[in-house]
Structures are given as C-alpha cells and as structure tokens.
C-alpha cells in the first residue's frame, strides 16, 4: 500500500509539478475532479488533496494576481469544490472534512432578465484560513476569513469573518466558543 502511494505521488509529481505555480514533491492530489488555472495553484509540503476534489484558481473577476495556495501539512478532504477568482490562501496543518465549499465569489443576478449563470462573476471578499484550523463536513466559506485553530461546525456556512481560536456553528455561523488565553480555558460566548 506504502509502495503503491509513493507511485502514484511521484507520478502526479512527475506529470504535473511544472504546471503549478508551485507544487511540493512530498504533496499529492488523488484523483482530482478538475484542477483549473494550475498556473496560479501553490501547493506546499506535506499537502494532501483527497479524492475527486476541485482546485481552481481562475481570474474571472479580473485579477491579474488570482491566487490560491494551500499551506504545508494541510489535508483537504473528499469532494472539496475550492474556487479562487481573486485569493484563497489555506494555512499549515488546516483540516478540511469532505464536500467542503470555498469560495471567494458569487454570480451577479442584478439583472434579472438574464439568466443568473449568464451574469458577470463578483468578488465578495478574499478567503484566508489560519494555521490549524477544522472545517467540519458540509462547511461553506463564501469570501469570508477564518483565524488559527478554529473549529467550524459540520453544515456551517461563514459568511463573515472568524478571529482566532474560535469555535462557530450554524448557517450563518455563530461563534459559540472562544479560547481565553489569560484562563487557558475554551468559554461559552
């Protein structure tokens, strides 16, 4: 099994790495969905990107700097849908659940004899997620960011932003928790 997982990562290394802006040979990417815009994708060390996930980073919302970056250590779970037209950068050692949405904008539907999907794409706010944070299964972030060590509750949708050592749930997401760092102690808000 060991051996088979080393195959594969030096294969995917081996065939793709120069298509990435940056692709660490100790990462892997098993069985993308879709990868779009690798040229703007930085993948650090020690990344696993799980089964069937979709990576892009496409500058459809017209910045010439579109970026997405996944930090080192980081696991992104199962049918993950991570969509960057602007700035999604995701920390060291973050953990996502599977079918994990991040996105850092939306369709236009101001005119409303257009279809939506024939609307210009928006930017609705860069994404950022901090070091050591847990996103839960069925998470959406949608232009918002999130501190380090935070935990996002299973089926929670991040409209606004986290700050650090937080815990929030619920659609929008709430913080229900923080970590006081005089008590050392996680307290109900």
Request: hydrophobic share 40%.
């Amino acid at each position: 099994m060991r051996l088979f997982k080393f195959i594969k990562r030096a294969l995917f290394y081996f065939l793709y790495h120069n298509r990435f802006k940056k692709f660490s040979v100790h990462s892997l990417i098993d069985s993308p969905l879709r990868i779009d815009g690798m040229k703007n994708i930085s993948i650090s060390k020690g990344v696993v990107v799980q089964y069937k996930t979709w990576l892009a980073a496409v500058p459809l919302t017209g910045n010439s700097n579109c970026i997405l970056e996944i930090g080192e250590g980081s696991i992104i779970g199962n049918f993950n849908h991570i969509y960057a037209t602007s700035c999604i950068k995701i920390g060291k050692n973050v953990l996502t659940a599977d079918k994990v949405f991040i996105i850092d904008n939306s369709h236009g539907y101001s005119n409303i004899s257009i279809p939506i999907m024939h609307q210009p794409i928006k930017h609705i706010g860069d994404v950022e997620i901090g070091d050591g944070s847990w996103l839960g299964e069925n998470v959406c972030i949608l232009g918002a960011s999130i501190g380090r060590n935070c935990i996002i509750g299973s089926n929670s949708v991040v409209t606004k932003d986290i700050p650090d050592y937080c815990i929030a749930i619920g659609s929008p997401a709430k913080i229900i928790k923080r970590y006081n760092l005089k008590t050392k102690e996680w307290q109900k808000v």
